[in-house]
């Protein structure tokens, strides 16, 4: 195995970083979503 993949996969650094990146594009998503809700419940409705 590569040793930069053995060191991802098999020590428990890897599992951290792994773990971290996931956590923060999680936040990324959720709180672009959240201002995306405010955004639009900002605006007033057109209606058609």
Do not use: C, N, T
Not at 8 to 36: D, K, Q, T
């Amino acid at each position: 195995m590569h040793p930069v993949w053995h060191a991802i996969l098999l020590e428990p650094v890897g599992w951290l970083a792994i773990g971290g990146s996931i956590v923060m594009v999680g936040i990324i998503l959720s709180v672009g979503l959240y201002v995306r809700a405010k955004v639009r419940e900002g605006e007033p409705r057109r209606h058609r």
